[in-house]
């Protein structure tokens, strides 16, 4: 019933949706300049017009392109607004024009592009943003290497890298986006014969940019961009309308994985059907206590795994559960999984039959994905010589007290024959002794106590007494439904513990986000102080940079104490000091110290928002392992660990990721005083 219920998130992004007085948003997007992104633009204004549509030009850059300043006859242009820059006239955006005039729907080419320095904003996005809020409707165009998350990857494949970006978040906030999309011959066609650039330039772009292979490559981005895009806007509508299973409208696939020395395997196998069905997958593994109750010898399988999940590009999910098929289900199901692939089973049918495993109950289960069964190819023989011998504990101790237990459930049963002839049911008060143990001390002395329990009332209170004889068929039939009954409800109270292990740590998880938040809340808001001395004269800008700088060493503290919690190594936190370099704000210890090669890695993540250091693919030669700190899009700051990645379990992973995210919200709007 509950997979039934619409997602409340899902729902409120439908309702907002709908209801928001907030502009529409409409983005032409390209694979490259030329494609027609302009002209296909202004072609919608036109046929926005003839039906009655307020519609006016903002901003449109015809590049002096005949066929498109064409289109603009018969539109109304806002005349731009000029600034002077080094003796150069500049005309940018009029938004305060637009404003005023407010229109239903106004264009705003090149959606990347950066304003002059005394516009009222540093980015023309943000003028879209400003008019979107004030319930104009936007139409604007840009080119896929603008994007923040493919700049690296455009710089790779054209060797240009681009300074003007925008977020993908503007593109996921857009209500609708438009590929104009036209085959690379006829944009090289275009390209020569000058309708793109000048001649002069279109020969110097045909032989860098413009290359045949370049465009194939930004021409599968765009559509692979878009195609995400559309992918999670359907994602969401299923969710607001609890539609179950999955549709096949785009593929995504998910491995389970377990702490084995054949996770690894999976992982490979997985990446080649997603590689061959193009795929977004993820990989995932079902956590029923904390990992450090695991052996080292699977703790390094999952983690080994998990790091080669992450480089062969799967998205790594840790899932917190005692029922693996349930937890696995639930997510198939969240995330419109087509393709779910999972190690088959080694254990005997026998063996399967009573424990039952995660494969067999999905293969029984009836949904809308391919489930993939993957015979281990590793041989058994050599996977069990990597794995060291699981040392059986013994405590006699338990075993004792159990016994004891026991005994005092006899005494008391003793106690009870004296009030009442039939002894029949003084076997389930036994029960008790079998449920303790399996609360206590778990599966073994329960088996134990359950054993010792029922020979000991065959021999005191079953004909004949003081023997391990039974001639009454109902005392037969009643101690074996007792034996089984216990076992059934040793298991039981077994998995109860499991489940409390797993809240357990779900509430630590919880608890460590709300102390931590709950000091920062402590701290006072930047808001609040600046406007309360943006009237003061200037001596008081001392106070502002003393205040800042201690405000921002008390959320680095707070960031060591925290991290500490986590993970035991030294730790430092910096932030960008006023002369523009990285500055070391704390330390775990006094005494810590960070070379150049280090600083130079945190400048590296900084400028990149991405990991360095000590286990990653960037610089793992360094001792440290540095990851951003990230407000939004922006990076914030650096936190520095003397720790290898690869050996971070995914629940530390998880809860650094709070941590920084945390601070991020708390040190973000003091980075900008």
Same mark, same amino acid.
Not at 190 to 214: C, I, S, T
Not at 411 to 432: A, D, E, G, K
Not at 454 to 464: G, I, K, R, S
Not at 633 to 658: A, S, W
């Given at each position: 019933?509950?997979?039934?219920?619409?997602?409340?998130?899902?729902?409120?992004?439908?309702?907002?949706?709908?209801?928001?007085?907030?502009?529409?948003?409409?983005?032409?997007?390209?694979?490259?300049?030329?494609?027609?992104?302009?002209?296909?633009?202004?072609?919608?204004?036109?046929?926005?017009?003839?039906?009655?549509?307020?519609?006016?030009?903002?901003?449109?850059?015809?590049?002096?392109?005949?066929?498109?300043?064409?289109?603009?006859?018969?539109?109304?242009?806002?005349?731009?607004?000029?600034?002077?820059?080094?003796?150069?006239?500049?005309?940018?955006?009029?938004?305060?024009?637009?404003?005023?005039?407010?229109?239903?729907?106004?264009?705003?080419?090149?959606?990347?592009?950066?304003?002059?320095?005394?516009?009222?904003?540093?980015?023309?996005?943000?003028?879209?943003?400003?008019?979107?809020?004030?319930?104009?409707?936007?139409?604007?165009?840009?080119?896929?290497?603008?994007?923040?998350?493919?700049?690296?990857?455009?710089?790779?494949?054209?060797?240009?890298?681009?300074?003007?970006?925008?977020?993908?978040?503007?593109?996921?906030?857009?209500?609708?986006?438009?590929?104009?999309?036209?085959?690379?011959?006829?944009?090289?066609?275009?390209?020569?014969?000058?309708?793109?650039?000048?001649?002069?330039?279109?020969?110097?772009?045909?032989?860098?940019?413009?290359?045949?292979?370049?465009?194939?490559?930004?021409?599968?981005?765009?559509?692979?961009?878009?195609?995400?895009?559309?992918?999670?806007?359907?994602?969401?509508?299923?969710?607001?309308?609890?539609?179950?299973?999955?549709?096949?409208?785009?593929?995504?696939?998910?491995?389970?994985?377990?702490?084995?020395?054949?996770?690894?395997?999976?992982?490979?196998?997985?990446?080649?059907?997603?590689?061959?069905?193009?795929?977004?997958?993820?990989?995932?593994?079902?956590?029923?206590?904390?990992?450090?109750?695991?052996?080292?010898?699977?703790?390094?399988?999952?983690?080994?795994?998990?790091?080669?999940?992450?480089?062969?590009?799967?998205?790594?999910?840790?899932?917190?559960?005692?029922?693996?098929?349930?937890?696995?289900?639930?997510?198939?199901?969240?995330?419109?999984?087509?393709?779910?692939?999972?190690?088959?089973?080694?254990?005997?049918?026998?063996?399967?039959?009573?424990?039952?495993?995660?494969?067999?109950?999905?293969?029984?289960?009836?949904?809308?994905?391919?489930?993939?069964?993957?015979? +281990?190819?590793? =041989?058994?023989?050599?996977? *069990? &010589?990597?794995?060291?011998?699981?040392?059986? $504990?013994?405590? #006699?101790?338990?075993?004792?007290?159990?016994?004891?237990?026991?005994?005092?459930?006899?005494?008391?049963?003793?106690?009870?024959?004296?009030?009442?002839?039939?002894?029949?049911?003084?076997?389930?008060?036994?029960?008790?002794?079998?449920?303790?143990?399996?609360?206590?001390?778990?599966?073994?002395?329960?088996?134990?106590?359950?054993?010792?329990?029922?020979?000991?009332?065959?021999?005191?209170?079953?004909?004949?007494?003081?023997?391990?004889?039974?001639?009454?068929?109902?005392?037969?039939?009643?101690?074996?439904?007792?034996?089984?009954?216990?076992?059934?409800?040793?298991?039981?109270?077994?998995?109860?513990?499991?489940?409390?292990?797993?809240?357990?740590?779900?509430?630590?998880?919880?608890?460590?986000?709300?102390?931590?938040?709950?000091?920062?809340?402590?701290? +006072?808001?930047? =808001?609040?102080?600046?406007? *309360? &001395?943006?009237?003061?004269?200037?001596?008081? $800008?001392?106070? #502002?940079?003393?205040?800042?700088?201690?405000?921002?060493?008390?959320?680095?503290?707070?960031?060591?104490?925290?991290?500490?919690?986590?993970?035991?190594?030294?730790?430092?936190?910096?932030?960008?000091?006023?002369?523009?370099?990285?500055?070391?704000?704390?330390?775990?210890?006094?005494?810590?110290?960070?070379?150049?090669?280090?600083?130079?890695?945190?400048?590296?993540?900084?400028?990149?928002?991405?990991?360095?250091?000590?286990?990653?693919?960037?610089?793992?030669?360094?001792?440290?392992?540095?990851?951003?700190?990230?407000?939004?899009?922006?990076?914030?700051?650096?936190?520095?660990?003397?720790?290898?990645?690869?050996?971070?379990?995914?629940?530390?992973?998880?809860?650094?990721?709070?941590?920084?995210?945390?601070?991020?919200?708390?040190?973000?709007?003091?980075?900008?005083?």
């Amino acid at each position: 019933m509950e997979l039934k219920r619409p997602s409340p998130d899902a729902l409120l992004k439908e309702v907002e949706r709908e209801e928001n007085n907030k502009g529409r948003l409409k983005i032409f997007i390209g694979y490259s300049p030329g494609v027609g992104k302009t002209y296909t633009m202004l072609n919608e204004a036109h046929v926005l017009k003839s039906r009655g549509v307020d519609v006016v030009v903002g901003f449109v850059e015809t590049h002096n392109r005949v066929e498109t300043e064409t289109l603009l006859t018969g539109l109304e242009v806002i005349p731009r607004q000029q600034f002077e820059y080094r003796g150069i006239t500049l005309g940018e955006l009029d938004l305060d024009a637009i404003l005023a005039r407010h229109p239903s729907v106004v264009l705003v080419d090149e959606l990347a592009h950066t304003n002059a320095h005394e516009s009222k904003h540093p980015k023309r996005y943000h003028d879209i943003e400003e008019l979107l809020k004030s319930g104009i409707d936007v139409y604007t165009t840009v080119n896929i290497q603008h994007f923040e998350s493919m700049n690296d990857v455009v710089a790779k494949i054209t060797g240009v890298r681009m300074q003007e970006t925008i977020p993908d978040s503007f593109l996921d906030h857009a209500d609708e986006v438009q590929v104009i999309d036209i085959p690379w011959e006829e944009l090289l066609q275009r390209l020569k014969e000058g309708k793109v650039y000048v001649p002069e330039q279109a020969r110097h772009a045909m032989d860098n940019f413009f290359q045949r292979g370049n465009l194939f490559a930004l021409r599968e981005l765009m559509l692979n961009l878009v195609a995400r895009k559309v992918d999670s806007e359907l994602l969401n509508y299923m969710r607001a309308r609890a539609i179950p299973g999955s549709w096949p409208a785009s593929e995504r696939l998910v491995v389970c994985i377990a702490a084995s020395p054949y996770a690894k395997q999976l992982i490979r196998k997985a990446y080649t059907i997603a590689k061959d069905t193009h795929a977004e997958w993820y990989a995932v593994y079902v956590s029923a206590t904390s990992l450090l109750d695991q052996s080292g010898a699977e703790q390094t399988y999952l983690t080994e795994a998990l790091n080669l999940a992450e480089e062969l590009g799967a998205k790594v999910i840790t899932l917190t559960g005692t029922d693996i098929a349930d937890e696995i289900l639930r997510f198939a199901r969240e995330h419109n999984i087509t393709h779910i692939v999972i190690g088959k089973p080694l254990r005997s049918i026998f063996v399967g039959f009573f424990r039952g495993s995660p494969a067999s109950r999905l293969l029984h289960t009836q949904g809308e994905f391919e489930l993939h069964l993957i015979s +281990p190819t590793i =041989e058994k023989r050599a996977a *069990e &010589l990597k794995v060291p011998p699981k040392q059986f $504990t013994f405590s #006699l101790k338990e075993y004792i007290l159990s016994l004891a237990i026991v005994a005092a459930i006899t005494l008391v049963n003793f106690f009870i024959l004296q009030r009442m002839l039939n002894p029949t049911s003084l076997l389930f008060i036994y029960l008790i002794a079998t449920i303790a143990c399996a609360l206590f001390y778990g599966t073994g002395p329960s088996l134990f106590a359950s054993i010792i329990s029922m020979l000991v009332f065959d021999y005191f209170f079953t004909v004949p007494k003081f023997s391990f004889s039974m001639y009454i068929v109902h005392d037969v039939i009643n101690a074996s439904a007792f034996f089984f009954a216990s076992i059934v409800i040793g298991q039981l109270v077994k998995t109860i513990r499991r489940q409390h292990l797993a809240l357990q740590l779900r509430l630590e998880r919880v608890s460590l986000a709300e102390d931590m938040s709950r000091e920062l809340m402590t701290l +006072p808001p930047a =808001e609040q102080l600046v406007e *309360e &001395l943006a009237s003061c004269s200037s001596e008081t $800008t001392n106070i #502002l940079t003393l205040l800042r700088t201690t405000i921002l060493n008390d959320i680095s503290q707070l960031m060591i104490k925290y991290v500490a919690r986590i993970i035991n190594a030294p730790s430092v936190v910096l932030f960008r000091a006023k002369d523009g370099g990285l500055q070391v704000w704390a330390r775990s210890n006094p005494e810590l110290e960070i070379s150049q090669n280090e600083k130079a890695a945190a400048e590296w993540t900084y400028s990149h928002g991405e990991i360095a250091g000590s286990g990653t693919g960037t610089l793992s030669g360094i001792a440290y392992l540095f990851m951003p700190i990230k407000s939004q899009d922006t990076t914030i700051g650096v936190m520095g660990i003397q720790y290898d990645y690869k050996n971070l379990f995914p629940e530390q992973r998880q809860l650094l990721g709070t941590i920084s995210n945390l601070t991020s919200l708390a040190a973000s709007k003091w980075i900008k005083i």
